[in-house]
């Protein structure tokens, strides 16, 4: 995939802007962390994807307290972010999923579940103390390799 100039794009799940860094193609889906901390949703060199660790905040900047709802909307950022760079669900090698509350396990790992489907990629799922909020219940991250 290459990309010479900034394109942006909006998806149900975030505002998607493309932007090519460095000989690699990265993502920003507007985040308030990403200009903080320095870094892309997403990037992507050849045909390896990274996608940040992503919590389950809404457009409006508000969190569910459900700790499934939050995993849906993580999910779906992390689609749009792949999708973004030409990949696919399906090329998701492996996902980290943190979480504040081991109790909250299996409401995340039934919307894993169907999200991911037969993919089954490998996957760690650990409690942490804190996410970046304190109204962030889960953050995932995923690594896809494409073709």
């Known amino acids: 995939m290459k990309l010479e100039t900034c394109v942006s794009q909006t998806t ?3 505002a998607i802007q493309i932007i090519p860094r460095h000989g690699r193609t990265t ?3 507007g985040s308030i962390w990403e200009p903080k901390l320095g870094y892309s949703r997403a990037v992507r060199k ?15 900047k ?3 307290p459900d700790a499934g709802k939050q995993s ?3 999910l779906a950022i992390i689609r749009s972010a792949i999708e973004a760079l030409g990949g696919r669900m399906e090329d998701v090698m492996m996902t ?8 909250d396990w299996e409401k995340i790992a039934a919307v894993h579940g169907d999200v991911f489907g037969d993919i089954r990629p490998a996957t760690l799922l650990l409690e942490v103390a804190k996410l970046i909020d304190d109204a962030a219940l889960v953050e995932i991250e995923a ?3 494409v073709g």
Do not use: H, M, W
Not at 48 to 53: A, E, K, L, T
Not at 97 to 102: E, F, G, S, T
């Open 46 to 60: 050849g045909n390896q994807i990274f996608v940040s660790g992503s919590v389950g905040i809404e457009a409006d």
């Open 62 to 64: 508000s969190f569910s």
């Open 143 to 145: 690594t896809a390799i």
């Open 27 to 29: 993502v920003s889906t």
């Open 72 to 74: 849906q909307r993580s």
């Open 96 to 103: 980290r999923i943190y979480l504040k509350r081991i109790g």
């Open 12 to 14: 149900p799940a975030a």
